[in-house]
């Protein structure tokens, strides 16, 4: 995995399940994301944290494993899921501006996300 040593982390319950979440907080980290991970264990992931509402566009044009995006309000409400393939090449735009966004290993498919590459 990706060297995250100088990474401050969280520990988080999502849909039940825990994960611990390397912190993206600064733009250098942000940037990079998880883009230089080869294999993502279960059970981690990474947040991205701004200090005011953004709609931003993510991407996925040089990750190579599936991620999971979620997209949060700065009362960490979800606004918006998708599920990404490696290396796609459309940009992940959520409609609502969020506070935060998560990412985890994420299946192609699953009925409480959308499809990035079928959104839009």
Known sequence: ????????????AIKNKKYK???ADTEKKKKIGLSKVKKLLPGFGMIFTYNKPTNRPFTMKN???????????ASLKILEVYNCRPFQKKLIQPRNSYSYVIEIWGLYENQWTRNASTNR
Not at 1 to 12: C, D, P, T, V
């Open 1 to 12: 995995m990706h060297e995250f040593k100088s990474y401050r982390y969280l520990k988080i």
């Open 21 to 23: 979440l390397y912190i």
């Open 63 to 73: 990750t190579s494993i599936p991620l999971r995006i979620i997209f949060l309000d």
